[in-house]
């Protein structure tokens, strides 16, 4: 029971960075239909933005989320001008684009090992210091990292609930055809969730290399645990996938307390295996009923 605080920290720690990853590669989904298999390593591009503009161009630490936020925006939008607008109509649509994004998934990472290397280097957006919270010490980077999960959340959640953007793309994700004959643009929604999505994994590289570090691979491991969280919540469920995010790190946490490392990714697993079993759609997805 003595650890148990320490455990709790880590969860709601990992948590936090796996439901933003999370969030946005549900948003994809949910809205488009779209598996985005480049979102790993957008992710990883906003950490090394964060680590540019700090180091090379010298702004203070707080403008390494800026930089992120910006870059990830950026790759989303060309993603779209770039790839995604020309395979829409195609009606092999979500199995083409999970090749085309592998493709250029491989093709960013290559850049950024050709232009930063493949040595490891240190995220400079950080906080140092220690804060005790009762009896437990908690790093002042993982307030940082709760606290701007929490606030990007929350401010993505009231977006799509009261804003003309969230409404649109609620209604694209509910259905496609009836929206557009409501005159909704469903273009320029797409453009703006993959937007969207490549801010919330820019942020969520900076906040994942602080606690590790930059390399070229980065965002691999995260990009794979996301897509088991969004498949546990059921693909498209915005607060399940976020749920699922905080529980599953807490069952991460624990079996490598208990077990050893080694078996946290495993236990993941195997979890996922029996919720899949246990509801095929997703914990909290719902049946689909197709009428003939």
Not at 13 to 29: H, N
Not at 170 to 177: I, M
Request: charged residues 10%; aromatic residues 8%; proline residues 4%.
């Amino acid at each position: 029971m003595d650890v148990l605080p320490y455990i709790l920290v880590t969860a709601v720690t990992v948590g936090a960075m796996y439901s933003l990853a999370t969030l946005g590669l549900s948003l994809v989904w949910g809205a488009m239909g779209m598996l985005n298999m480049a979102h790993g390593t957008m992710l990883t591009l906003g950490g090394y933005a964060a680590y540019s503009a700090v180091t090379t161009l010298g702004l203070p630490w707080y403008f390494g989320f800026v930089a992120a936020i910006l870059l990830g925006a950026l790759v989303g939008a060309i993603l779209y001008y770039g790839l995604v607008r020309f395979m829409l109509r195609n009606p092999a649509f979500e199995t083409n684009i999970i090749i085309a994004t592998v493709g250029i998934a491989i093709a960013l990472e290559n850049l950024v090992l050709k232009i930063y290397g493949g040595q490891p280097l240190g995220q400079p957006v950080s906080l140092h210091g220690t804060l005790r919270l009762g009896v437990v010490p908690v790093q002042t980077q993982n307030i940082l990292i709760v606290v701007m999960s929490v606030t990007i959340m929350v401010l993505v959640a009231w977006t799509l609930k009261t804003s003309r953007v969230g409404r649109a793309i609620r209604a694209t994700a509910q259905n496609r055809e009836a929206a557009q004959l409501m005159g909704v643009p469903i273009r320029k929604v797409y453009l703006k969730v993959l937007a969207i999505s490549g801010a919330l994994a820019g942020v969520s590289g900076v906040l994942l290399s602080s606690l590790t570090q930059l390399s070229p691979p980065l965002g691999n491991d995260p990009m794979l645990k996301a897509f088991i969280m969004c498949v546990v919540a059921g693909l498209g469920n915005l607060p399940g996938s976020v749920l699922a995010a905080f529980v599953l790190a807490l069952v991460e946490a624990c079996t490598q307390f208990y077990l050893g490392a080694r078996w946290g990714f495993p236990v993941l697993l195997i979890l996922v295996i029996l919720a899949l079993i246990w509801r095929p759609y997703g914990v909290f997805g719902r049946t689909q009923v197709t009428r003939l």
